[in-house]
């Protein structure tokens, strides 16, 4: 396979993890931080929203996380501990050496959402690989219309970057909406699945585009609440998560149908990804 002709894969050597140390640990919610990494010696190239690095937990093993902050030298990755891998990575306190290769995969590409109005829809950490697009769309406001996004959370306690949630929330040039699934107390916000505000909204099909990122059932849900509001599959985008190994397509692990979703994903159009994940277990 020839890595060279893919922007943002590092040119060096995929397969080879390069030293980076937890600068920064941010502890989001009871099962999730954010971890700023800085290298140690080389710096992988930069990284496009939507695209993700293979990180390698000394001793444990390396698993597939996506950039939810991204700069030149360092990488911001915000990780939920649900098995060995995650909680190893989770639990690494600063000047945890950890090793990482990347960046892989394709992107949001935000701009070619330029001039419309974007739709961002976020479950749980989803949230993580949609966070560098909001930041950048905030960055270059007057390149879009309306910067709508909905994002969810089982409970208020669970919603990651909550303060600068409360702070898009407050700003009058983007609209977002917080929902949580379940009733709690002291939550005054909207009670449901992001679906219900989303089938709120009124949208101009042909200026919006979409991007969505949670568990495959809601992405799926909400894309089909957008394509029956006359949005075209095409201008839906999706990030698909299977158990990735090598990040390079090279080893075959997180194939879909015809896709190897580390290198023609995560981020795939629903007009493709649509019909792919209507196939009963594949
Ligand atoms: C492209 C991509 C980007 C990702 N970005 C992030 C991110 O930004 N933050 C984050 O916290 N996680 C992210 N993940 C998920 C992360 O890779 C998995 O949580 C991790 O691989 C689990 O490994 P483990 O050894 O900790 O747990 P395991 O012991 O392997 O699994 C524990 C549990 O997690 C489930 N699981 C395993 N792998 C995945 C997966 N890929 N997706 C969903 N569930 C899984 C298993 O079914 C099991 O229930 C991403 C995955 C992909 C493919």
């Known amino acids: 396979?020839?890595?060279?002709?893919?922007?943002?894969?590092?040119?060096?050597?995929?397969m080879l993890p390069v030293p980076y140390r937890v600068a920064e640990r941010t502890v989001e919610t009871h099962d999730s931080v954010t971890l700023r990494l800085d290298p140690l010696g080389r710096t992988l190239s930069r990284a496009r929203p939507g695209q993700f690095m293979m990180l390698y937990a000394r001793g444990v093993g390396e698993v597939a996380i996506s950039l939810s902050g991204i700069s030149d030298g360092?990488?911001?990755?915000?990780?939920?501990?649900v098995g060995a891998v995650s909680r190893a990575l989770h639990d690494s306190p600063r000047g945890t050496v950890l090793?990482?290769?990347?960046?892989?995969?394709?992107?949001?590409?935000?701009?070619?959402?330029?001039?419309?109005?974007?739709?961002?829809?976020a479950g749980g950490v989803g949230l993580a690989p949609l966070r560098p697009v909001v930041l950048a769309a905030l960055a270059d406001r007057t390149d879009y219309r309306r910067v709508i996004v909905v994002a969810g959370a089982r409970t208020p306690d669970e919603f990651l970057f909550r303060a600068e949630l409360d702070s898009w929330t407050?700003?009058?040039d983007m609209e977002t909406t917080l929902t949580i699934d379940r009733r709690a107390p002291g939550w005054s916000g909207p009670v449901g699945f992001v679906t219900e505000p989303l089938s709120r909204l009124k949208l101009d099909p042909p200026r919006t585009k979409a991007f969505l990122c949670g568990p495959e059932p809601m992405m799926r849900f909400c894309a089909e609440v957008l394509a029956g509001k006359g949005i075209a599959p095409a201008s839906i985008r999706v990030s698909l998560e299977r158990n990735m190994k090598c990040?390079?397509?090279?080893?075959?692990?997180?194939?879909?149908?015809?896709?190897?979703?580390?290198?023609?994903?995560?981020?795939?159009?629903?007009?493709?990804?649509?019909?792919?994940?209507?196939?009963?277990?594949l």
């Open 1 to 14: 396979m020839n890595t060279r002709s893919r922007p943002g894969t590092d040119l060096v050597e995929p």
């Open 74 to 81: 360092s990488l911001g990755h915000t990780v939920r501990a």
């Open 170 to 172: 407050a700003r009058e």
């Open 99 to 121: 090793g990482v290769r990347g960046p892989f995969g394709t992107g949001w590409e935000a701009g070619a959402a330029a001039g419309h109005d974007l739709v961002i829809v």
């Open 247 to 281: 990040g390079a397509g090279l080893c075959g692990h997180c194939q879909l149908g015809p896709l190897l979703l580390c290198r023609d994903g995560p981020v795939v159009d629903y007009a493709v990804a649509g019909p792919l994940l209507r196939v009963w277990e």
